[in-house]
């Protein structure tokens, strides 16, 4: 099997950790009396972020009057490509992230009345040009097809976190820019609805206008993971906009019934995660003496990371080994 050539940083371990806790605190802010609004608001970012870096002008004010059917005083193509993000979108729970017919049906659906080659890989050369420069020339197109097929090959059937997953899949889509136009957006958008098989909430949150407001960054880690043929420093951008994203629209954290705090430690965990990656011995009386906590608290945060699938113990409680599940 193909595997795409990354490598897995410390900065990407932490982040994992991190991310995964601030999951569930967003999780809980979308679940008060004003989620659904929040949920229409996120879906209106993401549509007007993403288009935003391929150049679409309208605003959010406007992409709303599009949704909700009023008229929208604007040229026809960056209206056309909202009511296609929108139609996309509404899909969304349609779609199989490790499905190839399914991102050619997305991308029909992205691109139609816009481009011929809607819904179909592209027929000849492409490339990435800034000003009078290119600065990618992509793979020729007799090879999309079956670079496609590996991509999705390894998405399917690799072992690595699925955080890590998504962000090389949208590295390596962009590195091979299958379609003759939308790849950009497409690349966002499968990566939204590959970490949706993660949690839910990435279904609506805006992780695309957080990369719109960092935009040069984004193009920095592509052009940097090309040069240097490692989609990790991608993956390293890429996790930390999502975990700026997560904690930024988190809100306040709610108390359950009895008045407990339902709020995680997210340092708790990572501190957890750096000793037993130099030491995968250490038991949790251990860990608390170093983490300078009580025993509880670590096994409680140890048990939510093998919940979350990112600890798993091997052998027996005694002689066993702590294995940090990111690959």
């Not at 288009?51 to 040229?75: F, M």
Request: glycine share 6%; proline share 4%.
């Amino acid at each position: 099997m193909y595997t795409p050539p990354f490598e897995i940083s410390t900065k990407s371990i932490n982040l994992i950790a991190e991310i995964s806790a601030q999951i569930e605190r967003y999780a809980i802010r979308m679940e008060q009396v004003d989620g659904l609004r929040l949920r229409k608001i996120n879906r209106i970012k993401t549509i007007q972020g993403s288009l935003a870096i391929e150049g679409n002008t309208l605003t959010e004010s406007q992409i709303t009057d599009i949704l909700d059917g009023k008229p929208v005083v604007a040229p026809i193509r960056e209206i056309q490509e909202v009511r296609n993000a929108i139609r996309v979108y509404d899909l969304f729970e349609t779609l199989n992230p490790f499905s190839l017919t399914d991102l050619k049906r997305a991308h029909g659906v992205m691109m139609e009345a816009l481009i011929d080659e809607a819904g179909h890989f592209r027929r000849g050369g492409v490339g990435v040009v800034s000003g009078k420069q290119v600065i990618h020339l992509a793979p020729p197109a007799d090879n999309v097809p079956f670079l496609m097929q590996d991509l999705f090959e390894w998405l399917q059937n690799a072992e690595d976190h699925l955080l890590i997953r998504s962000c090389v899949f949208h590295y390596e889509f962009e590195f091979i820019h299958p379609f003759s136009d939308g790849n950009g957006r497409m690349g966002r958008l499968w990566q939204s609805l590959i970490l949706s098989r993660l949690h839910p909430v990435f279904a609506n949150l805006p992780v695309e206008n957080m990369v719109f407001a960092n935009q040069q960054g984004y193009y920095t880690a592509i052009n940097r993971s090309t040069t240097e043929t490692n989609s990790g420093i991608f993956a390293d951008f890429m996790l930390q906009e999502i975990f700026n994203t997560l904690k930024s629209r988190q809100g306040k954290i709610l108390q359950n019934d009895v008045g407990v705090n339902v709020g995680v430690n997210v340092g708790v965990k990572s501190e957890i995660l750096n000793y037993l990656k130099n030491d995968p011995t250490l038991s949790a009386k251990e860990l608390a003496a170093l983490l300078n906590k009580t025993q509880r608290t670590v096994e409680r945060n140890i048990r939510e990371l093998r919940e979350q699938g990112m600890l798993k113990r091997e052998g027996s409680d005694k002689t066993g080994v702590w294995k940090i599940n990111f690959k």
